[in-house]
């Protein structure tokens, strides 16, 4: 059967950060060369510390590295000033965090159509695509409700809607199941594979949680800033 | 889905939606930054009130008991009075001016100077000749007589004196007052009058010299039948005595009289009442900081608290310049609201004090003009000036915490608690 070359989305090469604590320089990476291609289900894991959400930050232009480079679908991201890093932030990238981090003051839905709001999609395809996803992450009946309002695996479905919705390459998640009871985070997972199967978006997560190290088929393991292994299944 | 609801159309609309859904979540800090505001309007609505009344109620008080509103002289009169500088064809300037619009009232009046003797008594005295009924109606000149009476309407050889000549010449009711002077043709002008009143017109100077005839019998005392050194015109509305000096100078079309506003007709009082009112700039620069410094404080606190908020907004590719309009937007809507209601207590603060007044423990004398009670004033400038105040203050120190959140780093951001 032929293969098929799948694209690299995201390239780094020598990403070396160091933080300041109390005046005194911290390793946080350590010079970390890796390339993540499309569709790959990615669990970053290793022992707090090892510098996994510091990783996810400077691949997704959160945070910049103190030295190296991050190449993502195509683009240097230290080449971009602060308003094309956003632009291309929405366009490119979705977030699911572990502590959810949704907008309080709007509900489920605005949640979900903010980044096409700020995409500029028209209102008749934000609406229709607001109603699909949320039916795709089993919220149909909590549109109106506010993040307050909601259970920690409501809140972090909202998440991976509003991560989806606007169709990006790559779905970054810093510990998604961290909050959430075993059976809610392995039927957010299932869901998660089942859109990545679906889609083909990338997904790279960081994670302590074996059972989403069982699901990925790329696990990285960090240690002290550096990659200690890399394995695909 | 209950997905009936309608979502915001646009972006800004959308921005304004968080903004004030914000400004309702945290209630507490949109009423201290509110408070802050309207506090800060209503005061310095009132300061503009009392001021602008206090220095209304001199100025009316000034120009209606001395200069009047306008003044109509011959050329050169008012920088060097003179016996001889007269308004000749008083029947036909009268008759334009009283065609004018706007003027209310208006009053002709001869001045010469002269020596009074009351008995042994002799002193300086400015002879007014005043033109009784227009000056009552322009001057309240009747008001003015505090005993015995006024002069009668038609020239009866009385005299009435003000307070401190009376005083200077030990002069009393009934007394007969001489008076020395010299006629406009050269001659010696001499004649005794009755004094029948005392007045007191609230200026040291005038009631220490001022000695008022009839206006018939000051022409024939000085020899100028049918002539008057000024006119003096009140006009209806204060604020428009540029616009009728301008219409009587047109009406008069005459180059040989001068037309002069009261602002130039009492300079030195014109540039106090204005060096004052500068002072009282001062005022509310402070109270306009006081409010600056506090909408900073919980602008800055606020966006402090959500910081984590920010971060998640640049996460998901919201640009620093929307974050930096959403704060913006959050203190205009605190501002605009605080500015409705800042407005309606400054105009019923100043609406009370129009009427009731604040009334000094003792007289106090401004210019040499009495005051025993100030009032406020409603009026546009009390509203407007705060409402720019308070809503540039606002705007200006909400930059710095809207700049703050604008450049926050999303990952750095959303570490914090």
Same mark, same amino acid.
């Given at each position: 059967?032929?293969?098929?070359?799948?694209?690299?989305?995201?390239?780094?090469?020598?990403?070396?950060?160091?933080?300041?604590?109390?005046?005194?320089?911290?390793?946080?990476?350590?010079?970390?060369?890796?390339?993540?291609?499309?569709?790959?289900?990615?669990?970053?894991?290793?022992?707090?510390?090892?510098?996994?959400?510091?990783?996810?930050?400077?691949?997704?232009?959160?945070?910049?590295?103190?030295?190296?480079?991050?190449?993502?679908?195509?683009?240097?991201?230290?080449?971009?000033?602060?308003?094309?890093?956003?632009?291309?932030? =929405?366009?490119?990238?979705?977030?699911?965090?572990?502590?959810?981090?949704?907008?309080?003051?709007?509900?489920?839905?605005?949640?979900?159509?903010?980044?096409?709001?700020?995409?500029?999609?028209?209102?008749?395809?934000?609406?229709?695509?607001?109603?699909?996803?949320?039916?795709?992450?089993?919220?149909?009946?909590?549109?109106? =409700?506010?993040?307050?309002?909601?259970?920690?695996?409501?809140?972090?479905?909202?998440?991976?809607?509003?991560?989806?919705?606007?169709?990006?390459? *790559? *779905?970054?998640?810093?510990?998604?199941?961290?909050?959430?009871?075993?059976?809610?985070?392995?039927?957010?997972?299932?869901?998660?594979?089942?859109?990545?199967?679906?889609?083909?978006?990338?997904?790279?997560?960081?994670?302590?949680?074996?059972?989403?190290?069982?699901?990925?088929?790329?696990?990285?393991?960090?240690?002290?800033?550096?990659?200690?292994?890399?394995?695909?299944? | 889905?209950? /997905?009936?609801?309608?979502?915001?159309?646009?972006?800004?609309?959308?921005?304004?939606?968080?903004?004030?859904?914000?400004?309702?979540?945290?209630?507490?800090?949109?009423?201290?930054?509110?408070?802050?505001?309207? $506090?800060?309007?209503?005061?310095?609505?009132?300061?503009?009130?009392?001021?602008?009344?206090?220095?209304?109620?001199?100025?009316?008080? !000034?120009?209606?008991?001395?200069?009047?509103?306008?003044?109509? +002289?011959? &050329?050169?009169?008012?920088?060097?009075?003179?016996?001889?500088?007269?308004?000749?064809?008083?029947?036909?300037?009268?008759?334009?001016?009283?065609?004018?619009?706007?003027?209310?009232?208006?009053?002709?009046?001869?001045?010469?100077?002269?020596?009074?003797?009351? @008995?042994?008594?002799?002193?300086?005295?400015?002879?007014? /000749?005043?033109?009784?009924?227009?000056?009552?109606?322009?001057?309240?000149?009747?008001?003015?007589?505090?005993?015995?009476?006024?002069?009668?309407?038609?020239?009866?050889?009385?005299?009435? #004196?003000?307070?401190?000549?009376?005083?200077?010449?030990?002069?009393?009711? @009934?007394?007969?007052?001489?008076?020395?002077?010299?006629?406009?043709?050269?001659?010696?002008?001499?004649?005794?009058?009755?004094?029948? /009143?005392?007045?007191?017109?609230?200026?040291?100077?005038?009631?220490?010299? /001022?000695?008022?005839? +009839?206006?018939?019998?000051?022409?024939?005392? !000085?020899?100028? &039948?049918?002539?008057?050194?000024?006119?003096?015109?009140?006009?209806?509305?204060?604020?428009?005595?540029?616009?009728?000096?301008?219409?009587?100078?047109?009406?008069?079309?005459?180059?040989?009289?001068?037309?002069?506003?009261?602002?130039?007709?009492?300079?030195?009082?014109?540039?106090? %009442?204005?060096?004052?009112?500068?002072?009282?700039?001062?005022?509310?620069?402070?109270?306009?900081?006081?409010?600056?410094?506090?909408?900073?404080?919980?602008?800055?606190?606020?966006?402090?608290?959500?910081?984590?908020?920010?971060?998640?907004?640049?996460?998901?590719?919201?640009?620093?310049?929307?974050? !930096?309009?959403?704060?913006?937007?959050?203190?205009?809507?605190?501002?605009?609201?605080?500015?409705? #209601? @800042?407005?309606?207590?400054?105009?019923?603060?100043?609406?009370?004090?129009?009427?009731?007044?604040?009334?000094?423990?003792?007289?106090?004398?401004?210019?040499?003009?009495?005051?025993?009670?100030?009032?406020?004033?409603?009026?546009?400038?009390?509203?407007?000036?705060?409402?720019?105040?308070? %809503?540039?203050?606002?705007? #200006? $120190?909400?930059?710095?915490?809207?700049?703050?959140?604008?450049?926050?780093?999303?990952?750095?951001? %959303?570490?914090?608690?």
């Amino acid at each position: 059967m032929e293969q098929v070359q799948k694209a690299d989305v995201i390239v780094t090469a020598g990403v070396t950060k160091v933080y300041e604590a109390d005046g005194v320089p911290v390793n946080a990476l350590n010079g970390i060369d890796l390339t993540i291609r499309s569709g790959e289900f990615t669990a970053i894991v290793g022992p707090s510390g090892s510098g996994k959400t510091t990783f996810l930050n400077i691949i997704s232009g959160l945070d910049s590295p103190t030295a190296g480079s991050v190449r993502l679908a195509g683009k240097v991201l230290s080449e971009m000033s602060g308003n094309e890093l956003s632009d291309f932030r =929405r366009d490119n990238i979705g977030f699911v965090f572990q502590a959810y981090n949704l907008i309080p003051v709007l509900t489920v839905e605005e949640n979900v159509e903010y980044i096409m709001l700020l995409a500029g999609v028209p209102k008749a395809e934000r609406h229709d695509r607001v109603i699909a996803m949320l039916e795709a992450v089993g919220l149909e009946g909590v549109a109106d =409700r506010t993040p307050t309002q909601l259970s920690g695996g409501q809140q972090q479905r909202v998440a991976i809607a509003r991560a989806m919705v606007s169709e990006p390459q *790559i *779905i970054l998640a810093d510990e998604p199941t961290a909050n959430l009871d075993s059976k809610t985070g392995a039927d957010l997972l299932v869901m998660m594979r089942r859109l990545n199967t679906e889609t083909g978006m990338t997904f790279i997560f960081s994670t302590h949680d074996p059972m989403v190290m069982e699901g990925a088929t790329r696990l990285i393991t960090l240690r002290d800033g550096r990659i200690d292994t890399d394995e695909r299944r | 889905m209950n /997905g009936t609801r309608s979502v915001p159309t646009t972006l800004p609309t959308m921005i304004l939606k968080i903004a004030f859904r914000n400004i309702f979540r945290q209630k507490r800090r949109t009423i201290l930054t509110a408070l802050a505001m309207v $506090v800060g309007f209503a005061l310095l609505s009132l300061t503009i009130g009392l001021s602008d009344g206090a220095y209304g109620g001199i100025i009316e008080m !000034f120009t209606r008991n001395r200069t009047g509103h306008i003044q109509v +002289h011959r &050329e050169g009169y008012l920088d060097k009075p003179s016996l001889y500088k007269t308004i000749d064809n008083l029947s036909a300037v009268g008759e334009a001016i009283q065609n004018t619009a706007d003027v209310e009232a208006w009053t002709q009046r001869v001045y010469g100077a002269g020596l009074g003797s009351v @008995g042994e008594k002799s002193t300086g005295v400015q002879i007014i /000749g005043v033109d009784v009924a227009r000056e009552i109606q322009a001057t309240r000149f009747d008001n003015k007589v505090i005993e015995g009476s006024i002069l009668a309407e038609i020239a009866s050889h009385e005299a009435v #004196v003000g307070k401190g000549l009376a005083k200077i010449l030990s002069a009393k009711v @009934g007394s007969e007052i001489v008076i020395f002077s010299q006629g406009a043709d050269g001659s010696i002008a001499n004649d005794v009058y009755k004094i029948v /009143g005392i007045a007191e017109s609230g200026d040291d100077i005038t009631d220490r010299t /001022g000695c008022y005839l +009839h206006i018939e019998d000051a022409q024939e005392l !000085f020899v100028l &039948e049918g002539r008057a050194h000024e006119i003096v015109v009140i006009v209806s509305n204060i604020n428009r005595v540029d616009k009728v000096t301008s219409e009587i100078e047109a009406n008069l079309s005459d180059s040989t009289l001068d037309v002069a506003p009261w602002q130039v007709i009492a300079k030195s009082f014109y540039r106090a %009442m204005k060096t004052d009112q500068q002072g009282d700039a001062i005022s509310r620069w402070v109270i306009m900081l006081i409010v600056a410094i506090g909408v900073l404080n919980t602008v800055l606190m606020s966006v402090l608290e959500r910081t984590r908020e920010y971060g998640v907004l640049k996460a998901v590719g919201t640009k620093p310049v929307q974050i !930096f309009w959403l704060v913006i937007c959050e203190v205009v809507i605190i501002a605009l609201a605080s500015i409705c #209601v @800042g407005a309606l207590l400054g105009i019923l603060a100043n609406y009370l004090f129009s009427i009731y007044g604040i009334t000094y423990p003792e007289e106090i004398t401004y210019g040499g003009m009495k005051l025993k009670t100030l009032y406020a004033e409603v009026n546009v400038r009390s509203l407007y000036i705060p409402a720019i105040t308070v %809503m540039l203050s606002a705007a #200006v $120190v909400s930059l710095f915490p809207a700049i703050k959140a604008a450049r926050i780093m999303p990952a750095k951001a %959303m570490r914090t608690h």
